[in-house]
Structure formats: C-alpha cells, structure tokens
C-alpha cells in the first residue's frame, strides 16, 4: 500500500526511472523539472543520489542556505515498497509569488502511473504534515486546463478562490 515518506534512498533505480518518464514526457516548470535540470547526471552514484536525498530532505529546515525568493519545504516521496510513484511539496509559507501562482502544496505523479488515483490520495496524507506546520487552510493551484488536478484539489475539500491568468487558486482545509 503507497505511503508518504521522506525522501530515501531505498528507491533510487523507481525513482530514476521515473525522471526518466519525465523526461520523456518534456517536463518543465516544477520541482520535478529543476531537479532533472541540475541533478540528473549524477543520480547513478549512489553517493551522488544520496547527497541529494539528503539536500531535499535539509529544505525542510529554516536555517537551510537557500536563494531568496525559496522558502522552506517538506518535500514527501509517494513510495509503494521500492516503487517510487510520485512527489509532493509542502511549502512552509507563501511569498509573494506562491501567493500568486505556487501555493503551499504542489505535487506530481510519474507518468506510467497516473490515472490511478495516487494524487488524491497524496494531496489526503500531505495534509495533516501542513497542519502540522500550522498550515490551515492550505493554498494550492493548479493550470485551468489540468482537469485531474481541479477534481484531486476539489476531492480534498478545496474550495476556489479565484482565477489568476492560467491558474486556478483553491484554498483546502487541513483539519
């Protein structure tokens, strides 16, 4: 049964392969895409892959070194077993532009396995970490074309704010 878990290392060929399906696909604009653009060559050291598990995990942290205009963020891993399927970010508060576009939770299931409802269940169990965080209630966003993210925020209790340009900004309960 999938879980929400810190990011590991116990996963790295599924989530290889997964970069790898988004590759494919010609990600951009997210997490996912940055980390492929900076990372990806040196994810087959397992040493390599370890210091960056262990980077993604230190993002969490206030003190963290980070470029100004990053706030800190728990990043979860969507794993089944040794089946890395997704990611999902809780951002600890808004700037300007998170305000804006971003929100505090973003997320994103790897191609192969989409459809199969691991979205809405990662947005379900990443929100009780942002209450922990003293998120309440949490903004996310989403394209207005992107169809399973409007049913997977609404699931959730999202309800709309607003359409901002090309993003629609739901605000969902985290208690």
């Not at 040493?47 to 003190?63: L, N, S």
């Not at 929100?103 to 979205?119: F, K, L, N, Q, S």
């Not at 925020?153 to 340009?165: F, Q, Y």
Request: proline share 6%; with cysteine.
């Amino acid at each position: 049964m999938p879980e929400l878990v810190l990011p590991t290392t116990t996963v790295r060929e599924s989530f290889l392969e997964a970069m790898d399906e988004f590759v494919a696909e010609g990600a951009e604009f997210s997490q996912t895409a940055a980390w492929i653009e900076h990372n990806a060559p040196g994810w087959k050291d397992p040493d390599a892959f370890a210091a960056f598990v262990a980077a993604v995990r230190a993002d969490a942290a206030e003190d963290t070194p980070r470029p100004e205009w990053h706030v800190p963020c728990t990043t979860l891993w969507w794993i089944d077993g040794a089946d890395y399927l997704g990611r999902i970010a809780i951002r600890h508060r808004l700037n300007d532009f998170l305000l804006d576009v971003g929100g505090h939770i973003g997320y994103d299931v790897r191609p192969t396995r989409r459809r199969e409802g691991h979205a809405t269940a990662m947005l379900q169990h990443a929100l009780p970490w942002a209450l922990g965080l003293g998120i309440d209630p949490a903004l996310v966003t989403c394209d207005t074309d992107n169809f399973g993210s409007i049913r997977v925020i609404e699931a959730a209790g999202g309800v709309l704010e607003d359409v901002r340009g090309v993003k629609r900004r739901y605000w969902v309960p985290t208690s």
